[in-house]
């Protein structure tokens, strides 16, 4: 499954490891070019549920190849900029921003964000925390670089950890989003540890399942066009933990929640 | 969710535009000849997205410019602080921003917006359902590109009119939900109050409503607006759609004396039984032409065509006239007994539709009267060596062969000639067991049935409404099979964006090789400069254009056909319905018609009549 990345890296540095496998052809044709659950509609909501307004300055933290960056700047009017740890994806973020559309990008660590306190009045992180091995820095950063009473905004996946099998919680799990999520309230609580006033929890399992759903039917093809082999088995573990992901959701201890909360 | 802020319907409309023409900017430009192109449908989603590119995007970019002033003053702060090239990059495409304000012309009229037919068909559907927020947010909603998340509209009850079953009167009738199913109601004043099931799932009937799509116009209405729908069919003015396939029966003889038999065929003798010539039925296909231009498809039925003396003549007249799917509808005994008839068909490019009910004597006996299971793999098999494809065709009754579908569906993936089931509930027309029109099969129970048996392979929202006829006439899926693991094709793409795939035909497989096209063409792949030796290294270094064709030939499609019948009649329904019979004297009338509304009888008396003078 995780066609560029070597499990070397994975254990070393997860966090680099990490952008590399979302820049990756194969990812995002498992995802259908949809990072995140939901898509464009819950990325709107959760800008709403942050109050961004026409002219905010938004920042999106591990913007991948800047599609939520690009489409807020677009739909709200107001000026964004992605910052991810992927050079290839700042890449492709670039050159797929029009003319005339306020969004920017640049190569950045969400643990240390390369901007001076209150920056933005918005900072948002979609799908990622979950993958940030230092979370409580990760949240320090946007609350630092957010202006006093702007939104922290969170769109993320939640788990009941001691409910979830132990292959979800492995490293490769947890590239895959799934490893390292906490329960939404583990998540309000590292806001308010960082000094945030937590405002709205919001959950969308369903936009989490069918994304799942996406997964597990690409990988099966995958299975059915890869040679056999080693590769054919690689696909198959992975099909396996898509599957246990979906079980999960059914079950209630995998979900996808919009966390916002005050700085 | 932005749009409650923006209540104004004109710019949701944009944002509908808007949305298509993202995905737009994941292709790469000048690909407008590409597979996909050629599909009507899809060429409207590419009208939209050119449009939206031209119209939305200056839309957009003036209604950004209306805060740039401000917005400037307020990053500057930080973008003096950052540095660097993406500070010089953010001011240098600002400065294109105020060039291309002084050059632009201001955004298209909003009425323009409404009328561009790509985008805004659903929306203006359903736009009467709906009003002021609460309707403009539905018509934001994506419906065109998004349509599994989209909210329901549609609404029960629904006024419509039938036909008394007992007495063939005209009725006024309506849809009404009942304990979550959908029931035709009306009142006979000879026979009182008459029921049936319409669809057997409420919501699953709304959610099929969003898949309602207007329909094509043929080229020649046959007949003029006497008594009212069902009984001017020819075609008349009324009716909403062309014809997918149409259908000519050959003969009223029979091999076979089934117990179930719409056509009410049989091997003695009939005293209003015919066999046409091969004169007629060339007149009958040349009446198709015209009314179709370039049909999609034609079935011979019958009766039992494959017994008709001139049968290859007919289906190579069908061929000679360009229609693309011929098709021999029969019960497979001539197949099996006559080794010559197998290649006979090969020789002429014909698809075989297999009458094929299950697999125990009990189900036989009781839909045929005799027990076929051996004729019927023979038939296959000899199909199979002489290169037909082969659709199979299955009555599916209450309590006699639902069990069995899951089985079927298992049999024909594997069976090398066999690409695709067609579920049909039994039509209570003709010949019939005893049943009760409230307990009867539509599409739903059928989908539900198949999931029952065949979890690991197929669950409800698998199959999408086709959106040609009613979209409560027919459900299909189409799933790739590699001889070990099955997954539908919706499951991998995102539906809406290859309606066409499903759209359109009674025999919808033509354009499957589109919808694997775009699964792996460079917008599915992300990039903005893929091309198609980069695709390899997204499905694992596979060469792909092989492998696809490779599964795409072991492709499967499932389809869940409910015809009606004098219970079920909904003329609301028929209007919008493509699948026709082809009659003698050159009429095209509705197969639910043709068999509820008193036109097979009147059709064979005619032609008896004409035979004795």
Redesign the interface.
Known sequence: MI?DVSLHDLETDPKRCCARLYES??A??LL??QLHPG???LT??L??LAGVA??A?VLDVACG?GATAL?L???????TVGVDLGARAIE?A?????????A???VGDAETL???DA??DVALSECSLCTFPDKPQAIAEMARVVRLRGTIAIADVTADPDALPAQLRTAAARVACLGDAHSADAYAALLRDAGCKPLAIEPHPAELR?MA??V???L????????PGE?RER?REATALARLAIDAIARGNLGYALITARV | ??L?SRPDPARAQL?VL??VR?RS??EPEGDASGPLEAHGLYGRHRQARRYGREVG?QG??G??L???Q??AQ??R??AE??G?D??E??LG??G??QG?RAERPKPAADADVEREPGAGYEGAARGEQGSGERGAQRRGH?FVV?G??TPCVAALPVATRSICPHCGADLDAELIERDGRVILRRECPEHGPIEALAYGDSGRWREAQRYDRPGATPLLRQTAIDRGCPHDCGICPEHAQHTCLGIIEVNTGCNLDCPVCFAESGTGHQPDGYSLSLAQVESMLDAFVAAEGQPEAVQLSGGEPSIHPEILDMLAAAKARGIPLVMLNTNGIRLARDARFAPALGALGIHVYLQFDGFEDATHLAIRGRRLQAVKQAALDRCAAAGVGVSLATAVERGINEHELGAIVRFGVEHPAVNGVFFQPVTHTGRHPAFDPLDRLTNVEVIRGLCAQLPEWFREDDFVAVPCCSPTCRSATYA?Y?G??L??LP????VDRYLGFVTNRAVPDFEVADALAGLFSA??????E?TGD?LE??????G?PD??QR?AARGFMVVAQDFQDEWTLDVAKLRKCCVAEIVPDGRIIPFCAYNSAGYRAQVRADLAAGAST
């Open positions: 066609a052809d194969l995002r044709w259908d070019n898509g464009e509609r709107l909501r800008a709403r026409p002219d300055r190849s489409l700047a677009r739909e709200l009017g107001c000026v492709q670039r050159r797929a921003t029009p003319a005339g559309v306020r920017s990008f640049l390369p901007f001076p920056s933005f069918a759903d996406r597990e039917a690409r099966r093809l995958a299975r059915m066009l890869a040679p590769q696909i | 969710m932005v409650e944002v808007n949305d993202d900017l994941e995007g957009e970019i209604a950004a209306d805060h740039l401000l917005a307020r990053a702060g930080p602080v950052w660097g993406d500070v990059h953010e495409r600002r294109d921003v291309d994506r998004h599994w998340n790739l590699d070990d693991d997954v539908p499951r991998l793409v995102d917008s599915a792949a992300g990039g903005t893929r980069r290294c997204v499905a694992c270094g596979v792909l492998e696809l599964i």
